[in-house]
């Protein structure tokens, strides 16, 4: 019969799987474990089963295969990992997509109740409506300020009431009163509290930027540098266009203003002396701006004209045979 391993053997056999998946895997999901049954962590296994594997482990002994494992080969990338393992956590190693492993991560979360002690993720309301409780209990309901009445033999509550709030801790009373009413009113699971992607540690929420807010997020920076190019003086390619064209109008005030001349000036100064010409430019363009579809649509009509084959004779056909 095979002896058991020792915790020595364990610590090792951790330690050389923890270092193979840092070698084999370049992302990686720190995520929170509180609450969460391993029942509900075998669900997430078999469900992320393919491309990702979960492990779980003592935060100071996966501290110190990461610290030896970065010392062993060189990769101080790994070391970011370390102020990420506080409290409860654990790692999901994957090669897949990362948004859509922390889209499957949250499938999996299980109702639980409200128990004594425990700090409230989310506000609990209770509904109004029938409680199915019998009058005796009136005044459970009464500790907790619940207004009730009763109806039909049975205690109802009047209007919703927010028993606990986010960031609370569970009474007593509250507990009894919501498994009393069957309310299960928290959800457990795993949360992704950071994304390691090949030594860079960035939040979760960089996992729902989409094109477009990339493409304005960069537009807005864009609009930054050009600003603060423009105000400083300095030129950057974002600017240049811009100081080209404030340039250029500086030249022109100052030949408007003065006898110094050049072709691109000669052209404004004659408007500026004849506006009229100006009027008779612009009319000009408008002409060949509506003339120009007119012409573009009458150009397959004529083609279509070409392409109509004259209408055959007689003779043509054939029938000049019978002459």
Known sequence: MASKPSKADKKIAYDAKLCQLLDDFSQIL?????????????????????DSIVLMGKNTMMKRSIRMHAEKTGNQAFLNLIPLLQGNVGLIFTKGDLKEVSEEVAKYKVGAPA?????APIDVVVPP??????????????????????????????????????????????????????????SYGL????????????????????????IEKFA??????????????????????????????????????????????????????????????????????????????????EEEKKEEPAEESDDDMGFSLFD
């Open 30 to 50: 720190i995520v929170a474990a509180d609450n969460v049954g391993s029942n509900q962590l075998q669900s997430i296994r078999r469900g992320l089963r393919g």
């Open 115 to 119: 128990r004594v002690g425990l700090v």
């Open 191 to 214: 949360i992704v509290l950071s994304v390691y992607d090949n030594g860079s540690v960035f939040s979760p929420e960089v996992l729902d930027l989409t094109e477009d807010d990339l």
């Open 129 to 186: 409506g029938n409680t199915g409780l019998d009058p005796s209990q009136t005044s459970f309901f009464q500790v907790l300020n619940i207004p009730t009445k009763i109806n039909k033999g049975t205690v109802e509550i009047i209007t919703p009431v927010e028993l606990i709030r986010k960031g609370d801790k569970v009474g007593s009373s509250e507990a009894a009163l919501l498994s009393k009413l069957g309310i299960r009113p928290f």
């Open 220 to 301: 807005t920076g864009v609009s930054m540098v050009t600003s603060l190019s423009l105000a400083i003086s300095y030129p950057t390619l974002a600017a240049a266009p811009h100081m080209f064209i404030n340039a250029y109008k500086n030249v022109l005030a100052i030949a408007v203003a003065t006898e110094y001349s050049f072709p691109q000036a000669d052209e404004v100064k004659e408007y500026l002396k004849d506006p009229s010409k100006f009027a008779v430019a612009v009319a000009a363009v408008a002409t060949d701006a509506g003339s120009a579809p007119a012409a573009a649509a009458a150009a397959p009509k």
